[in-house]
């Protein structure tokens, strides 16, 4: 979006063991980045609900002991949805998107020569799936067994979700991303609201490309 601002996202080095805890002292000296989501993707015959003013912020940490990445995201939801059923009954989402093999790709799920590595999470389901796209409507869950080693945190109260993402900095395939210190990397985000506003698929609120810094 034209006049946005690049949000910048350090990832601390925090050494020892990192806890899927919202609690854990590791995170009491991480630097946390406000990003904004303010572009809107709808599907062909989704239902409409946002406010054509609204823009989401999501709050956004970031930490690694070496070993593995955490992410931990906080946003207002007014309601937990975290159920799935036939239309319009949809969960609450979240996802990461970084540039798999290029520097830079397109933010639209990316390209068939610039592919994209996304970390998708929904509220009911039992763990986030790595995800390989190369462009609108070639979105799928990566095939390989050992790529799907993504952990995970969430919890819903008092109008707002916590949730953290963990995986190996390491890929574990040519189907993720691999984290080096010292290294930076486009990272992008989406967000769905379940419920009553019937988001999914295409249907969802996204952030420009930012700047997250492995240190």
Not at 85 to 110: C, K, V
Request: proline share 4%; glycine share 6%; charged share 25%.
């Amino acid at each position: 979006m034209a006049g946005s601002t690049v949000a910048e996202i350090e990832a601390a080095y925090v050494p020892g063991i990192i806890a899927l805890d919202p609690e854990d002292p590791a995170w009491q000296n991480v630097t946390e980045t406000a990003v904004v989501f303010s572009r809107r993707l709808n599907e062909v015959g989704a239902r409409i609900t946002f406010a054509s003013d609204e823009n989401r912020i999501v709050r956004v940490k970031a930490a690694h002991n070496g070993i593995d990445v955490f992410f931990f995201f906080k946003w207002i939801a007014a309601t937990e949805n975290s159920s799935v059923d036939d239309y319009p009954l949809f969960a609450d989402a979240f996802a990461i998107e970084i540039p798999l093999f290029t520097e830079e790709s397109f933010l639209w799920m990316g390209a068939m020569d610039k592919p994209v590595n996304i970390i998708f999470w929904r509220a009911d389901l039992s763990k986030p799936e790595n995800i390989v796209g190369g462009g609108m409507g070639t979105v799928q869950e990566s095939p390989d067994a050992a790529s799907q080693n993504i952990r995970h945190y969430q919890r819903w109260a008092d109008g707002e979700w916590r949730v953290i993402i963990a995986r190996p900095m390491s890929a574990a395939s040519e189907n993720q991303v691999s984290f080096l210190r010292g290294k930076s990397y486009r990272i992008a985000f989406a967000n769905w609201k379940g419920g009553v506003y019937a988001e999914r698929g295409g249907h969802k609120i996204v952030s420009e490309w930012e700047i997250l810094s492995i240190k």
